[in-house]
């Protein structure tokens, strides 16, 4: 398939450990944030999502971190599994629903097994 | 939630020539946007396809090259004119649904297109 994230910067970790993927943005209005994972030759997925009045949220074996005083975004995958493997991009707009997503730069995911 | 039907997904063009990509959504929506993914790279927002209205450009893209139509609440095209080895890229369509959550901003599988 169609190759995704050959430039992008990448994490490997090894199975069972836990991930931690980073992303910074830029516009302080942002309201509402979300991670897609993307495998080669597919869409972005769905993982979790974070509105501004919240610091922290949890999902199956995904947490989201929220620093509005620094605009940084994280994601924390718990012992991370060979399905993992992908590019991470985080997403952000100013009135959900409304308004567009603005994409992160990505992180591709490698997991060593 | 919505289910995004892009079509083709993929395709090889000679430069100079145009693609039409299209976007079907199985339910009405309000709001959709087309994105490029240059190869190794982030998604970039091209426009919003406005129903019965032009389309809104971001900045760097013009209707000449990108025309957009979206007749209705399910459905609209992208077409990518005169192209060039440039343009090869992953060209998504998005919807919003419920606006948060799983089905708020949901992806298309994208159109693969290599120009040669």
């Known amino acids: 398939g169609e190759s995704v994230g050959l430039h992008l910067p990448t994490l490997s970790v090894q199975e069972g450990d836990n991930s931690i993927i980073n992303c910074a943005y830029s516009n302080s209005a942002s309201d509402y944030f979300i991670w897609y994972k993307q495998e080669s030759g597919k869409g972005p997925q769905f993982i979790i999502d974070?509105?501004?009045?919240?610091d922290k949220r949890q999902g199956q074996r995904v947490t989201v971190l929220l620093n509005k005083t620094v605009k940084h975004l994280s994601l924390q995958i718990a012992a991370t599994q060979p399905g993992d493997s992908a590019v991470y991009f985080c997403a952000e707009t100013p009135n959900s629903g409304n308004t567009p997503l603005v994409f992160g730069k990505g992180t591709r995911l490698s997991v060593i097994a | 939630s919505a289910v995004i039907s892009q079509k083709p997904s993929r395709d090889i063009c000679q430069r100079g020539t145009s693609l039409t990509i299209q976007c079907q959504v199985d339910?009405?929506?309000?709001?959709m946007f087309w994105y490029r993914q240059q190869p190794g790279q982030s998604l970039t927002l091209i426009a919003t396809a406005n129903q019965g209205s032009e389309a809104t450009y971001e900045s760097g893209f013009v209707i000449d090259k990108f025309p957009i139509s979206r007749p209705n609440l399910t459905f609209s095209t992208l077409t990518v004119s005169n192209m060039s080895p440039e343009d090869s890229s992953i060209y998504l369509c998005s919807v919003v649904v419920s606006g948060t959550g799983l089905y708020g901003y949901t992806f298309g599988s994208g159109t693969r297109l290599t120009v040669v």
């Open positions: 974070i509105r501004s009045n919240m």
């Open positions: 339910s009405q929506v309000t709001m």
